[in-house]
């Protein structure tokens, strides 16, 4: 079973909007990420937090972390065409470097 | 790019045929995890290698299983292939010290008939 599930499925915005993605997850973490997906292909790893993290900021990038509600929100300002992309937040358990994987949004940024 | 590879790109087999994926992991990784993507679905974990032995396995059946070999590059082998194991499998290599911080290749295609 997964253990994150990322909220909205599906995200479409004009370019230069701001996107907004949540992930929520069960159980205790280590940390969590971030994951970028084009078309099926490799992950590329965008941002971790870690468990006593709150906020968290890369560029165009800013996550947020609350350990209270088991929720993270991954928020990509000014977006462009080059954003659309699947998304993904994978987390860690204490002791344990294996990503569970949520199912994803998929972004469509439009030109 | 990360400095992961894979091989094939795509592969297409035969229900019940075998299948032996290749992943070489980034230079002074010494670590490599498995994963399946289903269609639509996020990667879920296979199992990872380190120092030539499985360190941590998901829910998958023994007829997948894998290798590790001493420059650190692995395989991904299954058996038995069913519809099911239609998938993208990527592969991540990490350094052992740093063990979050996974780095993914480009993965392999396989479509099973």
């Known amino acids: 079973s997964q253990q994150g599930e990322e909220d909205p499925q599906a995200l479409s915005i004009q370019e230069g909007e701001n996107a907004t993605m949540n992930c929520s997850y069960k159980?205790?973490?280590?940390?969590l990420q971030w994951y970028r997906q084009n078309s099926g292909r490799g992950l590329v790893h965008l941002i971790l937090?870690?468990?006593?993290?709150r906020e968290k900021h890369s560029g165009r990038l800013r996550v947020t972390l609350d350990t209270s509600k088991k929720s993270s929100s991954l928020l990509i300002t000014a977006s462009r065409a080059a954003d659309t992309a699947s998304y993904f937040c994978?987390?860690?358990?204490?002791?344990?470097?294996?990503?569970?994987f949520g199912k994803g949004t998929m972004l469509l940024v439009s030109p | 790019e990360t400095g992961v590879t894979q091989s094939p790109t795509h592969l297409i087999k035969t229900r019940g045929q075998q299948v032996t994926l290749r992943c070489s992991s980034q230079?002074?990784?010494?670590?490599v995890s498995w994963y399946q993507q289903a269609l639509g679905q996020g990667p879920q974990f296979i199992f990872q290698?380190?120092?030539?032995?499985?360190?941590g396995r998901g829910n998958f059946p023994p007829r997948f299983s894998g290798l590790q070999f001493p420059n650190y590059s692995s395989e991904l082998n299954v058996n038995a292939l069913e519809l099911d194991d239609s998938a993208l499998y990527l592969c991540?290599?990490?350094?052992?010290?740093?063990?979050?911080?996974?780095?993914f290749g480009p993965g392999t295609r396989l479509t099973v008939t």
């Open positions: 994978a987390t860690s358990l204490s002791g344990y470097s294996t990503l569970t």
């Open positions: 159980t205790s973490i280590n940390n």
């Open positions: 937090i870690r468990s006593n993290e």
């Open positions: 230079s002074g990784h010494n670590t």
């Open positions: 290698y380190y120092r030539e032995e499985e360190n």
């Open positions: 991540a290599s990490s350094f052992s010290g740093a063990p979050y911080e996974q780095y």
